[in-house]
């Protein structure tokens, strides 16, 4: 049974920095790509960032490029999402995902990935 239990979430001003992390669990976790998406109150999920099995290649949304950085550590089984800079247009509920295929190429579709963990809120006051 694949679980993803993220955490790191919280309240930071704008311009400062969280570090999210996901613990995963229950599948073959260097075999899969894995992303980050978030949600914001009254708007649809949207891709952050997404990083191959092997870390070797990475993924960004525009709006975080450059001030978003996704890593794994594939001998402990988590992804992090390091975000500085940060704006009030970042506040979110921040999901941890694992993608459907190990064929993953960099898609932002909700549907190429089918596992989700419970989300960590992030917040950030102007």
């Known amino acids: 049974q694949v679980q993803l239990v993220e955490s790191g979430g919280g309240l930071v001003q704008a311009g400062g920095s969280l570090r999210l992390s996901c613990a995963a669990s229950?599948?073959?976790?260097?075999?899969?790509?894995m992303g980050w998406f978030r949600q914001a109150p009254g708007k649809g999920r949207e891709f952050v960032a997404a990083?191959?099995?092997?870390?070797?290649?990475?993924y960004y949304a525009d709006s975080v490029k450059g001030r978003f950085t996704i890593s794994r550590d594939n001998a402990k089984n988590t992804v992090h999402l390091q975000m500085n800079s940060l704006k009030p247009e970042d506040t979110a509920v921040y999901y941890c995902?694992?993608?459907?295929?190990?064929?993953?190429?960099?898609?932002?579709?909700?549907?190429?990935?089918?596992?989700w963990g419970q989300g960590t809120q992030v917040t950030v006051s102007s």
């Open positions: 995902t694992k993608a459907l295929s190990t064929l993953y190429s960099g898609s932002p579709r909700t549907s190429d990935f089918n596992s």
């Open positions: 990083i191959s099995w092997g870390a070797g290649v990475t």
């Open positions: 229950g599948f073959s976790f260097s075999s899969y790509a």
